[in-house]
């Protein structure tokens, strides 16, 4: 398998990204493709022993900044590391892109260089959360998306289910809305309209609403909502870590095992879901640990076809 890495992406690109892909090859028969500025990769490279047929470099001379409008950089940086990246999978040069750079520039080149599956309105980003179970809840979507209607929210939960299915190995997985309240008329109108959409499908195992305290429940394993709420939902989870942390850091060895419980690089990234590839998005102060479990990740959807696989529930829909 290839892996098309955005080199230059995130706060600490490229040392830590290249530190990250390094540590996989190590591990891994897979290849990885550094995507970014040549001579600064090759600099880094020079601190580490790896395999050059395993590990090699795309140049790309442009960066995308965090603070930059995507549809604005992507038309005037055509040789921008994300761009060139998500262009290797496109040219079936590689079979995944990850990138801890821009989401929005990532989501944009996701868009205009690998396209929408067929019957996919708004491709969503899936972030696995820890539950009480020991296990992960897949909470989509996180951020992509701050304006949904119903039927973007059924095609979610379809993404959703498929990716819980074939790559964390659900049987059946359960789905949820989140919303203001479990009864079936809680909600505003696209809530409402989706209960409705969702509990017509025969191909999803939709068990209705979910109210925010439940988030880490493990009632379900798909959680289903628009962008601008899942990304307030991440955000107030990643500070209310912080914050826990700090009230008990006076108790000896409790803090680690809390954070670790909490903390997304035990993860690595996110699938942006509903596109004709594999994209992963990392978060933007990822380092090392995240960048080679984001991998692991892109390997995992990849090994188990998922974009073939959501495509074929997509299809389902009613």
Known sequence: ??????????????????AGAVKWCQVSTDQVILVGQQDKLSDELKNYDYDSSRLSIVNASQIIGMDESPALALRKKKDASILVATRLVKEGRADAVLSCGSTGAQMAAALFILGRMEGVERPPIGVSIPNQAGSTTLLMDAGANVDCKASNLL????????????VQGLSNPRIALLNNGEEAGKG???????????GKQKNLNFIGNIEGRDLFSAKSDVIICDGFTGNIVLKSIEGMAIFVARLIKEESGLVPGVLRKLDYTQVGGAPLMGVK????VCHGSSRRQSIYNGIS??????????VEKQQDIIKTLI
């Open 188 to 198: 505003n109108s696209v809530s409402l309209e989706a209960y409705e959409l969702l």
């Open 277 to 280: 590839g594999v994209s992963i």
């Open 1 to 18: 398998m290839k892996i098309a890495v955005d080199a230059m992406g995130g706060d600490y690109a490229p040392a830590e990204v290249v």
């Open 297 to 306: 990740m892109a390997r995992d959807c990849i090994k188990e076809n998922i």
């Open 155 to 166: 095609q979610f939960a379809a993404l959703g289910s498929s990716y819980a299915s074939a």
